[in-house]
């Protein structure tokens, strides 16, 4: 069997699904993105939250039934947006329940409030699976997320060598690669490095990754 790359969170919807690749395309329904027909995510990221969610978020519900979509998110917190935090948390919080409620894994956004993420997720008792993406902070933050079970998805940015040590380290069992909005990089590109780095064939990274694909979106 020729096992894909995967390619867990990008923004690209022109990504043709085959044998080579496994794509899950992020839909925000707060910034005038409409669902597809592919594999996809939904959810309200934190950055376009506005005077509309209530609205969004009852499309959200109708949306998610759908067969196709297969993660909820990106959704999450960040300090840097102009969002208001209390606004967003309560926005995150009402996601987070919807993906209990309809038992969808979730794709974290999370700039700078790592701590108020997991508070939101143990208060609402969370045990499906989550994936921080786009993840690019240090070892000592990535070995207590992976000790909680959760997944890092690591992007381009790993490239120039500023997560080595999280790339080295890792259990493979809790990691997943991403393009994101990178729309000039291959996903495969990002394979290559990470092998590199561990000193693994791809093809043994490409086996373990889709088997946390296959694990974390029941394919």
Same mark, same amino acid.
């Given at each position: 069997?020729?096992?894909?790359?995967?390619?867990?969170?990008?923004?690209?919807?022109?990504?043709?699904?085959?044998?080579?690749?496994?794509?899950v395309?992020?839909?925000?329904l707060?910034?005038?993105?409409?669902i597809i027909?592919?594999?996809? /995510?939904?959810?309200l990221?934190?950055?376009?939250?506005?005077?509309?969610?209530?609205?969004?978020?009852?499309l959200?519900?109708?949306?998610?039934?759908k067969?196709? %979509? %297969?993660?909820?998110?990106?959704?999450?917190l960040?300090?840097? /947006?102009?969002?208001?935090?209390v %606004? =967003?948390?309560?926005?995150f919080d009402?996601q987070?329940?919807?993906a209990?409620?309809?038992?969808?894994?979730?794709?974290?956004?999370?700039?700078?409030?790592?701590?108020?993420v997991?508070?939101?997720?143990?208060?609402?008792k969370?045990?499906?699976?989550?994936?921080?993406?786009?993840?690019?902070?240090?070892?000592?933050?990535?070995? =207590?997320?992976?000790?909680?079970?959760?997944?890092?998805s690591?992007?381009?940015?790993?490239?120039n060598?500023?997560?080595?040590?999280? %790339?080295?380290?890792?259990p493979?069992?809790?990691?997943?690669?991403?393009?994101?909005?990178?729309?000039?990089?291959?996903?495969?590109?990002?394979? =290559?490095?990470?092998? =590199?780095?561990?000193?693994?064939?791809?093809?043994?990274?490409?086996?373990?990754?889709?088997?946390n694909?296959?694990?974390?979106l029941?394919?």
């Amino acid at each position: 069997m020729l096992v894909p790359y995967i390619d867990i969170h990008t923004h690209r919807l022109d990504m043709i699904q085959n044998g080579f690749n496994r794509s899950v395309i992020n839909i925000a329904l707060n910034h005038n993105e409409t669902i597809i027909e592919g594999d996809c /995510s939904i959810g309200l990221h934190p950055w376009y939250i506005d005077n509309n969610t209530e609205k969004t978020l009852e499309l959200m519900q109708e949306m998610i039934q759908k067969g196709n %979509v %297969v993660a909820l998110g990106e959704c999450g917190l960040d300090k840097n /947006s102009a969002v208001s935090f209390v %606004v =967003q948390q309560q926005v995150f919080d009402q996601q987070v329940l919807l993906a209990i409620a309809f038992q969808k894994p979730l794709i974290i956004h999370c700039v700078r409030a790592f701590q108020e993420v997991l508070a939101s997720l143990v208060k609402a008792k969370f045990h499906l699976p989550v994936i921080f993406h786009g993840y690019r902070k240090n070892w000592a933050l990535a070995k =207590q997320l992976i000790a909680k079970g959760y997944y890092l998805s690591i992007g381009i940015h790993c490239l120039n060598g500023s997560q080595d040590e999280v %790339v080295r380290n890792i259990p493979l069992t809790h990691l997943f690669l991403e393009t994101d909005t990178y729309t000039a990089t291959e996903v495969a590109t990002l394979y =290559q490095y990470v092998a =590199q780095v561990r000193s693994i064939p791809v093809e043994m990274l490409k086996q373990a990754l889709y088997h946390n694909y296959k694990i974390v979106l029941k394919k």
